[in-house]
């Protein structure tokens, strides 16, 4: 069976600051997403980045960068110039190939980092 | 603001009752997803559907079950319900068939609390 694991509980950086959230994964398979969500106080998932695993360039979107090795099985997220609004927890989540039909949309979270930013 | 609407926000009932948790996905969105967050077992999937159809099962137990209606939103019912059924219910939509190219964007509403005193 697939998971999940973040081995951060808690994570701190100063304002303006770069950090890395670890994960960890386990799958047997060779295609499948990877993502980052976002969880504010408000409660609200927030897709942060994705990452599909057949693709060996690593995402960006803008301030959020990941490190993907596949064959480590570890998808780091890096936070650059971190912002006070960036505090929240953060969950790592695999989701199962596409040829999985029905079920691929059935993710599979780690149990979550929380982030907190110092001014 | 996602697009996708889940009532009420916060939910208090008693052991043993039953409750309706409702779900409205963004427009155009055929794919419901529901999704359950508590202290003990963390996020995990419950249940997918699509069109009005089950697509998916996950960790959900015999006394939850859901339906898709024919304006495609979504209820979660929970009965007999327990201490341990109190967590974060999240309703996510997709807008492509399962399997299909963009199926991986899901959306999530900002949920519905449930405590179960």
């Known amino acids: 069976a697939q998971t999940v694991t973040q081995s951060q509980p808690e994570m701190s950086v100063q304002e303006a600051e770069t950090v890395t959230l670890s994960c960890t994964y386990d799958t047997s398979e060779s295609d499948y997403y990877l993502f980052w969500y976002k969880q504010p106080p408000s409660r609200q998932m927030i897709l942060v980045i994705r990452?599909?695993?057949?693709?060996?360039q690593n995402a960006t979107e803008n301030r959020f960068s990941v490190n993907f090795q596949k064959a480590a099985k570890s998808f780091s997220l890096k936070i650059s110039d971190s912002q006070l609004g960036d505090a929240a927890m953060y969950f790592c989540?695999?989701?199962?190939?596409?040829?999985?039909?029905?079920?691929?949309?059935?993710?599979?979270f780690g149990t979550g980092t929380l982030l907190a930013v110092q001014p | 603001d996602s697009g996708v609407t889940q009532t009420p926000k916060h939910l208090i009932t008693a052991t043993g009752q039953r409750v309706t948790l409702r779900c409205s996905p963004r427009s155009g969105d055929l794919s419901v997803y529901w999704y359950q967050q508590s202290l003990d077992q963390g996020l995990q999937f419950l249940i997918q559907y699509y069109n009005g159809e089950e697509r998916a099962k996950g960790n959900i137990l015999e006394r939850f079950s859901a339906q898709q209606f024919p304006d495609l939103h979504s209820e979660l019912n929970l009965s007999s319900l327990e201490l341990g059924d109190s967590a974060l219910y999240f309703c996510?939509?997709?807008?492509?068939?399962?399997?299909?190219?963009?199926?991986?964007?899901?959306?999530f509403g900002s949920g519905t609390q449930l405590s179960v005193l």
């Open positions: 989540a695999y989701r199962p190939p596409r040829y999985y039909g029905g079920a691929t949309n059935k993710l599979i």
């Open positions: 990452q599909e695993a057949y693709k060996q």
């Open positions: 996510a939509s997709s807008p492509l068939f399962p399997g299909g190219a963009g199926d991986e964007k899901l959306f």
